[in-house]
């Protein structure tokens, strides 16, 4: 069984850009959730989706979207990028909704802001 | 606020040795606490977790304690192996049902 991939693995954009992340999630999972994660921090919650609905959002500015398709694969947009936005972004998928159920994670995609 | 956090950010054990990773936690109405371990180059891996009705858990060669009293958790590893070399996250339910609250993290590195 496939796990679940991020693309692309690496990313460099500059000030003011705007990016989109993409995730495929594990067959037949249908909850993605993003985390961003940097350096000596843990992961920070950016939102979930389920049922191509966004179930649950963290505490980041509006810059910060997503979506998902009816085929459960989610993207995650940047708009105006800041310096401050370089990080890992991970994506994780799981069967249900909420954090009872196991969370498997992507590589993550790299984002370095110049 | 509500946090969650790791006591040392870097752990150094003897391959062979059991290590053991502590974390705290602030929300005493926190019932389910996850630790992940997490490879360089890969996104973080389920370990273990445990419910508020408990206070240890076992798998494979892993050991999760609660102690709600002091709001304290710690995961030991068994006979660590150059493998289990990766940086270890606790994450705490907090006050969503959604959403985690995640450690900084503690890097295990395992000499030969």
């Known amino acids: 069984k496939a796990g679940v991939t991020q693309t692309p693995r690496y990313l460099i954009k500059t000030r003011g850009q705007q990016v989109t992340l993409s995730c495929s999630p594990i067959?037949?999972?249908?909850?993605v959730s993003w985390y961003q994660q940097t350096p000596g921090q843990g992961l920070q919650f950016l939102f979930e989706?389920?049922?191509?609905?966004?179930?649950n959002k963290g505490n980041f500015p509006g810059r910060f979207s997503g979506r998902q398709f009816s085929n459960s694969r989610s993207e995650m947009n940047v708009s105006t990028l800041e310096l401050g936005d370089s990080a890992l972004y991970l994506c994780?998928?799981?069967?249900?909704?909420?954090?009872?159920?196991?969370?498997?994670f992507g590589p993550g995609t790299r984002l370095t802001v110049l | 606020g509500e946090s969650v956090g790791l006591h040392l950010p870097t752990l150094s054990v003897q391959e062979g040795d059991n290590s053991i990773i502590n974390c705290a936690y602030s929300?005493?109405?926190?019932?389910?606490f996850i630790w992940y371990k997490q490879e360089s180059g890969k996104g973080p891996q389920f370990i273990i977790d445990i419910r508020s009705n408990m206070d240890k858990r076992q798998g494979q060669r892993v050991t999760v304690l609660l102690n709600k009293t002091v709001k304290h958790l710690s995961l030991q590893i068994a006979a660590t192996q150059p493998g289990d070399s990766a940086v270890y996250f606790c994450?705490?339910?907090?006050?969503?049902?959604?959403?985690?609250?995640w450690g900084a993290g503690t890097k295990l590195i395992i000499k030969p």
């Open positions: 929300n005493s109405a926190s019932d389910y």
């Open positions: 067959s037949g999972h249908r909850s």
């Open positions: 994780a998928s799981s069967l249900g909704q909420g954090h009872y159920n196991e969370q498997f």
């Open positions: 994450a705490d339910q907090g006050d969503s049902n959604y959403q985690l609250i």
């Open positions: 989706y389920f049922s191509e609905t966004q179930r």
